[in-house]
């Protein structure tokens, strides 16, 4: 596995990868997503394809960092509202998997988000925490706010994710 450099500043030193499923019957969610940032795993694909990372976890709370650029614009020249979507839900999934315990797993069943800013190349490095609202056995509800280096608000969402055990997990 090579370095690859997520966005300026942020380098994930053992490439893009995935975290191993034993490890999901070893480990909580929140051990797991630690590890995710003290960069004991490689960086999903999608953060280097979106130039976002996961940058800290605590219970209950999740916090991604990304640079939005000029390959994730849309017709117009604005940055695709897919970007910040993305980023949102990997900050409104994170937190919940920071509640999970060992061998448990989840999925997004519904997102919501509402845009209040323009997104562009010139924007910079935006930061997206989300926070867990509720968490049951078998669903939980949280909640982001996505903002700009300035504290600006660029958008706010909520979402549901499905819990299950690991073994539901397709291959």
Known sequence: MSEIELFPG????LGLGSIPHADIAEYSGLQLLRRVVAGDYP???????????????EEGRAVF?????????????????????T???SALGCCVHTLLGIGEAFSTA???????????????????EGKVVHKGRTMAVSEARLVD???????????TCAIFPMSRLQR
């Open 149 to 159: 280096g300035q504290g600006r608000l660029l958008a706010f969402g909520t979402e």
């Open 110 to 128: 519904e997102m919501k988000i509402n845009y209040t800013r323009p997104i562009t190349p010139q924007t910079g490095i935006v930061t997206c």
């Open 10 to 13: 942020h380098v994930s030193r």
């Open 65 to 85: 960092r990304g640079l939005p650029g000029e390959r994730h614009l849309n017709p117009l020249g604005g940055v695709h509202g897919g970007w910040a979507a």
């Open 43 to 57: 960086a999903p694909s999608i953060a280097a394809r979106m130039n976002f990372a996961l940058v800290e976890v």
């Open 87 to 89: 980023v949102m839900d």
